[in-house]
């Protein structure tokens, strides 16, 4: 028995790694699935589980506080520069120190400075036995269940000594995007995304999350001597730590500046964010030689790029209203340089968000950019003390409505005639995932509402050359493009024209989902909640969001009107004949003989139905063959019918 679990425990994690560390993946997902559940399957006959089985990193129970954890060698900061001439006079002072002590002269290390959060790895006899952030280098939280659901980092390694290693945990931009094309309340930015995920007391968060790690620093060992960066990065890459692809040597500092240059130049290439370059004197008696003042190691220094972070005043706070109605506040600010553009406005998320940060008029407040995203306002600096309170709004500041105060958001109540929202949701309408009217601007929509006086998206269809005649930026040619693309857009797809109409918490992905699963529009408005909550992906909220949404009589009108002007939305794929899957969401699990997985889930897919992954109160069916595991036990556990492929195959025989 133990023989086998070994050999099974080696297989899965030979996989794992070679998917998450070397980012070469050897078999499918299905297959890498259906070997985690037979190793499931066999630790439970076992009645235990190997400590460096991948099963223990799923994520247990949620924590209630994160307890303290005293590091065994101190986690140091790294003392900071941002100019190069700041950098070159760091490094003349370690050459000076360095000759002074009879030393010769050294190469540099050049690493990336992942913009994430530190963490520090204790092992111990060969088991990663705690985990932590950085604290203040001294103590930090004990977070090991969090950090055992990044699958990058090896819970077990051949070395025995104890040890401890440091990472910073980020989160991939590509991961985020992912995240975010499906999350109702979208993440930021990468950064919070990995230390909020790190930081939450619940694993299973910080496992949705796919954070990953790159180690770069051996802060502790015992029965090992490392005599060099270089070294001490082949040590952990040798016991399987992710360690980042870029580290370089240099003999000179003005090369080492020319690549910190070459780096900020292909940052934004990069699938995660950095905020920097760290230099590092390479050999280890060297920086014995130069020790550290009682903050930073002389032997090390960050190179900060452009500021990211700064701080501002809030000099007054106005609402906007969007297309749902939604108010949001925007901070008018004293200008101040960011990132190389000069920062006016920030936007305060929402009523709540104002008191949680404790912000008022004539606040200084943290001011944070990354990339291209909209600066946001972190909190106020310790010690504000804000001239006046910002004032919640009673009427709408464009309409004058009454505002009403729902979850953590206000609201103006007057959807019918307020102009700011009929200009957004016009311009969502006409947007590139909605319906595509190519030369239709918010600028555009604006000018609808603010000079023709549209008070309908159905007036889109209404328009003649005539009434277009006289608007500024309006010339013959414009007007005719603008009406034949108007035109065209009546026959969308029924997913983009789901997206158009702009449901509240209906993100692109969800309406092409609501559009394959309805087939018809008809058939989304007439959902009960029971049926739309078949559906992957919509939860509660979203579910009674579109309810509510195709219940509101004036909503109804609208669409009705855009349906009598005209507009026909195509169904994606032709409308299907009535199979024994139509509107299923089926499970295949286990060994497959007369197709393989792939194969069954595209039949699946073609016959109306839906395949997923796993199983839930949403499935409908679970089909089961040979090695079956957890997801056979939880379709029993959840009373979903069962059958194997013989039964499925006769069951569909006549559609295929
Ligand atoms: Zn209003």
Request: proline letters at 5%; hydrophobic letters at 40%; one cysteine or more.
């Amino acid at each position: 028995m133990e023989e086998k679990l070994r050999a099974l425990t080696d297989r899965v994690n030979q996989l794992a790694r070679a998917y998450y560390v070397e980012d070469a993946p050897q078999v499918s997902d299905g297959e890498y699935d259906a070997l985690f559940d037979q190793l499931l399957e066999l630790e439970k006959e076992a009645g235990y589980s190997l400590p460096d089985s991948p099963t223990r990193r799923v994520g247990g129970e949620p924590l209630t506080a994160f307890l303290p954890h005293t590091h065994l060698g101190r986690l140091w900061s790294l003392d900071k520069v941002r100019t190069k001439d700041d950098l070159l006079a760091w490094g003349e002072r370690v050459e000076r120190l360095l000759a002074a002590a009879g030393a010769p002269k050294q190469d540099y290390a050049l690493e990336y400075k992942f913009d994430g959060l530190t963490i520090n790895l204790t092992y111990e006899n060969g088991r990663l036995v705690a985990g932590a952030t950085r604290g203040n280098g001294v103590v930090g939280e004990a977070i090991l269940p969090q950090i055992m659901t990044i699958r990058s980092l090896p819970l077990t390694i051949p070395f025995a000594g104890k040890m401890e290693v440091q990472g910073e945990c980020y989160m991939r931009l590509s991961v985020l995007a992912d995240f975010n094309a499906k999350a109702t309340e979208p993440l930021k930015n990468a950064r919070n995304a990995a230390a909020g995920a790190l930081r939450n007391l619940d694993p299973q968060v910080t496992a949705s999350r796919h954070l990953d790690c790159a180690c770069y620093n051996v802060g502790y060992i015992e029965g090992k001597t490392l005599t060099d960066q270089a070294e001490m990065l082949a040590f952990l890459r040798e016991q399987g730590f992710p360690v980042s692809d870029y580290t370089e040597y240099f003999s000179s500092i003005q090369a080492v500046y020319d690549a910190i240059v070459a780096a900020e130049g292909r940052r934004e290439t990069l699938d995660f964010l950095i905020d920097g370059m760290v230099v590092k004197v390479r050999d280890f008696q060297a920086r014995q030689i130069l020790g550290s003042t009682d903050r930073f190691p002389r032997w090390a220094m960050a190179f900060k790029f452009a500021a990211e972070e700064t701080t501002t005043v809030v000099e007054d706070v106005t609402w906007e209203v969007g297309r749902t109605g939604k108010l949001t506040p925007r901070a008018h600010l004293e200008p101040v340089e960011l990132c190389g553009a000069t920062i006016r406005h920030a936007t305060l998320n929402n009523w709540d968000d104002i008191q949680r940060k404790r912000i008022g008029i004539g606040s200084r407040v943290f001011l944070r950019r990354s990339g291209d995203v909209i600066p946001e306002i972190l909190g106020a600096v310790p010690g504000d003390q804000p001239q006046a309170p910002i004032q919640k709004p009673e009427h709408c500041p464009a309409c004058g409505a009454h505002v009403e105060h729902r979850g953590v958001h206000l609201f103006c109540t007057n959807s019918l005639s307020c102009r700011p929202q009929i200009v957004a949701r016009l311009a969502h309408f006409a947007s590139r995932e909605a319906m595509d009217i190519e030369g239709f601007s918010e600028k555009t929509a604006n000018q609808m509402v603010e000079e023709l006086g549209f008070s309908a998206i159905a007036e889109l269809y209404t328009l003649t050359p005539q009434r277009l005649e006289g608007l500024s930026g309006f010339g013959p040619k414009r007007i005719e493009n603008l009406l034949s693309a108007i035109q065209n857009s009546k026959t969308p797809a029924l997913g983009a024209f789901i997206f158009a109409i702009g449901i509240p918490n209906v993100g692109a992905k969800t309406a092409r989902d609501l559009a394959r699963h309805f087939g018809t529009l008809e058939a989304l408005r007439q959902a009960p909640l029971d049926a739309l909550l078949q559906i992957q992906d919509v939860g509660e909220v979203v579910a009674m969001s579109i309810r509510d949404f195709f219940q509101d009589p004036f909503i109804a009108g609208q669409v009705d009107k855009l349906l009598e002007e005209g507009v026909s939305p195509q169904a994606e794929t032709k409308p299907q004949r009535q199979s024994p899957l139509t509107g299923k969401t089926v499970v295949v699990t286990g060994t497959m003989e007369r197709m393989d997985r792939k194969q069954i889930e595209a039949l699946i897919e073609t016959l109306g139905g839906k395949a997923a992954g796993s199983v839930s109160k949403k499935t409908s069916l679970v089909v089961a063959g040979p090695g079956a595991g957890s997801k056979l036990e939880k379709a029993r556990e959840l009373q979903i019918p069962v059958m194997d492929e013989a039964a499925f195959f006769a069951m569909v025989e006549e559609d295929i």
